[in-house]
């Protein structure tokens, strides 16, 4: 889908998006919990739409009812031999192969988009060492089932979702485990989401220390009704709006949030007081956002971006494309950009989305300045549906 954006100055009050990180959480609790659960504020993006899926190809029973869904959980020792669709959505597939391994008998997960060639080596890692079928060919990765109690190396700065599907599944095993993180440890506050859900559910996980996280074993998930909060990932996008000339209100988000994007705030702050180096390891989702508004205004450098390369797309290098075209100045280096102060204008070109969602975001947010027709917009619905129809409501003058 093509959408034209014409320069609109935004004004007026919008909810924050429930949180797509914590509805993923809770809905995969939620399946594991024996009975039925209710789990309010949904919004059905793709990615929330493919975590379903998989929790009814795992056994569970879902129901929709407006924003909310009901899960009749189940327990993944039934989940062998199945296939789960996890469609473009990484965290889905991280968060439900060490469920798939709880099973007996071989499961296939498969997927589309760029989703197969996002690394998956920590599970094949952990497969070899456990005795468990994995292979990866064009149909998708193909995992079997043993995964029992003990002691687990993942690498701290690849990708929390290893370590929050691990989390999901080990308190089910029999006996204790413990997950020793080596290396630095990047995306931290994204496992503390995934213990406090487990919480909620009374299933616990402590850190031992600052490296090492204990589950005890045989523990089970328990029914809750539960409400998601608002989400500041994709808040972020709405509060941008202000720091190039609108007046938009982003209401229904929780300060006490331990969402790690939490951050936005007071990033978007130091870029506008002045030419800030920013440290996204614990917030790569901002980078495409943050590089955005540098360019509206005076600069930054943004540290720790390596990981920027294995998202939905290569962020940091189709961003630097994109912005380019309203006229910004960025360097793309292996673990930094650098986004310098130039007079921006608007694109004569097209601006391409690349499939993905935040790249679609952070454009429109350049474009309602500048103005520019965006390319590739239906990738919004990875995450945010609804993006555009609260755009427009707001005073964003756009046009497919």
Not at 19 to 43: F, P, V
Not at 61 to 87: A, H, M, Q, W
Not at 279 to 304: E, F, Q, R, S, V
Request: negative net charge; contains cysteine; aromatic residues 8%.
């Amino acid at each position: 889908m093509t959408i034209t954006i014409k320069p609109s100055v935004l004004s007026g009050a919008t909810k924050a998006p429930p949180s797509k990180s914590m509805g993923h959480r809770l809905l995969i609790c939620a399946g594991l919990a024996s009975g039925e659960n209710r789990i309010d504020n949904i919004l059905f993006s793709e990615d929330i739409l493919a975590t379903l899926d998989c929790l009814e190809a795992m056994g569970a029973e879902i129901k929709r009812d407006g924003d909310s869904v009901s899960v009749v959980g189940t327990l993944p020792k039934n989940s062998g031999g199945k296939v789960f669709n996890c469609r473009e959505s990484g965290s889905t597939l991280r968060f439900f192969i060490p469920l798939a391994m709880l099973g007996e008998g071989e499961s296939l997960f498969a997927g589309y988009g760029r989703l197969m060639e996002r690394p998956m080596e920590v599970y094949e890692s952990i497969a070899k060492e456990k005795g468990m079928a994995y292979s990866k060919n064009a149909e998708g990765i193909t995992i079997g089932g043993g995964l029992s109690a003990g002691s687990f190396k993942v690498p701290g700065n690849f990708s929390s979702q290893f370590i929050s599907g691990l989390l999901f599944a080990l308190p089910l095993c029999d006996g204790n485990s413990e997950i020793e993180l080596t290396g630095s440890i990047e995306s931290r506050s994204y496992i503390d989401m995934t213990i406090y859900a487990m919480s909620l559910f009374g299933v616990s996980a402590n850190w031992k220390n600052e490296t090492t996280l204990f589950i005890k074993g045989n523990q089970q998930y328990k029914c809750c009704n539960l409400t998601v909060e608002g989400d500041y990932s994709n808040s972020a996008f709405l509060d941008a709006f202000n720091f190039i000339g609108s007046d938009v209100e982003v209401i229904g988000l929780d300060e006490n949030s331990l969402q790690g994007d939490k951050v936005y705030k007071e990033y978007f702050s130091l870029l506008r007081q002045g030419i800030p180096t920013l440290d996204i390891k614990n917030c790569p989702d901002l980078a495409p956002i943050l590089m955005t508004l540098a360019a509206a205004n005076n600069g930054c450098k943004l540290i720790n971006t390596a990981r920027l390369k294995i998202k939905e797309s290569d962020r940091g290098v189709v961003m630097a494309q994109e912005l380019s075209k309203f006229g910004a100045d960025i360097e793309v280096y292996d673990n930094e950009i650098v986004v310098n102060k130039a007079e921006l204008y608007r694109p004569i070109d097209d601006l391409y989305c690349h499939n993905d969602h935040r790249v679609v975001m952070s454009l429109a947010v350049t474009a309602s300045r500048y103005g520019g027709r965006l390319v590739g917009t239906e990738a919004v619905k990875k995450s945010f549906p609804d993006f555009f129809e609260r755009m427009k409501a707001l005073g964003l003058i756009c046009s497919e």
